[in-house]
């Protein structure tokens, strides 16, 4: 079977919540995933907004994700360490964890992406994208993702 990422919060494609934007309470949408190798060591995910104005904005970092570990329940804490050795990176806002979208204007697209890879990574908490795809580089044994879609909107009084 092959990896395949799910939300029960948007399906690919589709909007992601107001609750799980950086306005609307930036909790970390539920994520489900299934048919991770048992030649795993462990997992990372890299979530990022390619449609900010300055270039590919990263919005969550999460590794050191256990092979045993399907899921990831809405609202993970913004810690850099996390039970069971995961940990986070800084997200573009300097923040550790999860950062909801927060488009200046018109539909973004939000790509989750789920990394297998053939090792645990030796990667300090609170990592840059940079440092984690460094680390990643050469050991991705398999990858999916999801994308969901959010728009800007004004929230001033009409």
Known sequence: MRLKLTSGAFNHGGK????????GGDISPPLEWDGAADHGKSMALIADDPDAPSGTFVHWLLYRIPPS?????????????????????????????????????GVHRYFFKL????TELDLHAAASREELERAMKGHILEQTELMGRFEHRN????
């Open 69 to 105: 570990v399907h899921e990831m329940k809405e609202g993970v804490a913004h810690t850099s360490e996390l039970p069971g050795g995961m940990r986070q990176g800084r997200n573009g806002f300097g923040d550790i964890g999860y950062g909801g979208p927060q488009p200046p204007s």
């Open 155 to 158: 929230t001033r009084a009409a």
């Open 16 to 23: 992601i919540p107001d609750r799980y934007s950086r306005k």
């Open 115 to 118: 990394y297998l890879l053939d």
